[in-house]
């Protein structure tokens, strides 16, 4: 009886061990993955949240300005909201 019990025990510090051993595997595996990603992601030039946005911004100030100049020119020119423009068909 003794010999079937250290047979069991060896077989269960061998599955616990070949566990553990997996498990660290898996961990490295994915810390590869992770650090792989980055790299390639980092490769591609992606722009922050933070760059995005100010260029946003920026974009629709720049709108909002080209409206304002064309409001602007149209009064210079003596032209109406209400008039046509001289080149329409």
Known sequence: MQSENRFFD??????????????????EFESNARERAKEWIGGMEFVS??????????????????ELLKARLDALEGKGAGSKPENAN
């Open 49 to 66: 949240r933070e760059e995005f946005d100010a260029v946003k911004a920026m974009a629709a100030a720049a709108r909002e300005e080209v």
């Open 10 to 27: 060896d077989l269960a510090k061998l599955v616990n061990g070949a566990a553990g051993t997996f498990a660290g595997m898996t961990r």
